[in-house]
C-alpha cells in the first residue's frame, strides 16, 4: 500500500509540473488616474473601486501575455480609461448605466521585450470599441469589465498574431 500510494503521489507530482507554463509576463504602469476620463465607481468608495478594477486589468494583461513567448516582458502604460457605461445621478443611488452611446475606451503605450532586453515592438494605442454592445461573444458577460477585457483580448489576438505560441 505504501508502495502504491508513493507511486500515485510520484505521477501526480509529475503531471503537475507539466502543466507549468513558460509565457511571458507583463508590467501594468498607471499614469495620472486622477485625469482618467471615467473611473467612477457609483455608490461604491472610490478608492477600492478603481484598486480592483486596475488590479482585475492587472490580472487580464497577465493572462494575455501568456500566450508571448517565454522570457518577453509586455510593459504597458494606461494613460486614460473610460469604462463602458456611465454614472449617473439617481436621487440617492448612482448607478452605472450601459448604453451604447457610452462605450469603452483605453488610452495605452505598450512595449513588447525581448528576453534580451532588445525591444520587439511598440506603439502607442487608442482603444475604442462603439459596437460593444452589438457584439456576439459571451465569454466575459459574467465578469467585471467584460466589455473592456474583450475589447483588449481583440487588439491583442489582432496586435501580436505573430507573437503568439501554441500552448501544450
Request: glycine letters at 4%.
Amino acid at each position: 500500500m505504501k508502495t502504491l500510494t508513493t507511486t500515485l503521489l510520484a505521477l501526480f507530482t509529475l503531471a503537475s509540473f507539466q502543466n507549468i507554463a513558460y509565457a511571458a509576463t507583463s508590467e501594468v504602469t498607471w499614469t495620472d488616474y486622477k485625469k482618467y476620463r471615467d473611473i467612477d465607481s457609483g455608490n461604491e468608495n472610490r478608492n477600492s473601486f478603481r484598486e480592483r478594477t486596475f488590479k482585475s486589468f492587472e490580472k487580464h494583461f497577465t493572462k494575455l501575455a501568456e500566450n508571448l513567448p517565454e522570457g518577453q516582458v509586455l510593459k504597458i502604460e494606461v494613460t486614460d480609461v473610460d469604462l463602458a457605461g456611465d454614472t449617473l445621478a439617481g436621487g440617492i443611488n448612482r448607478l452605472r448605466i450601459v448604453k451604447d452611446i457610452y462605450f469603452p475606451r483605453l488610452n495605452f503605450s505598450y512595449q513588447l521585450i525581448n528576453a534580451d532586453g532588445s525591444e520587439i515592438v511598440a506603439a502607442e494605442v487608442v482603444l475604442k470599441d462603439m459596437n460593444f454592445l452589438r457584439g456576439s461573444s459571451l465569454k466575459y458577460r459574467n465578469e467585471s469589465l467584460g466589455y473592456e477585457k474583450k475589447m483588449l483580448d481583440d487588439w491583442f489576438f489582432e496586435t501580436f498574431q505573430e507573437n503568439i505560441v501554441e500552448k501544450k
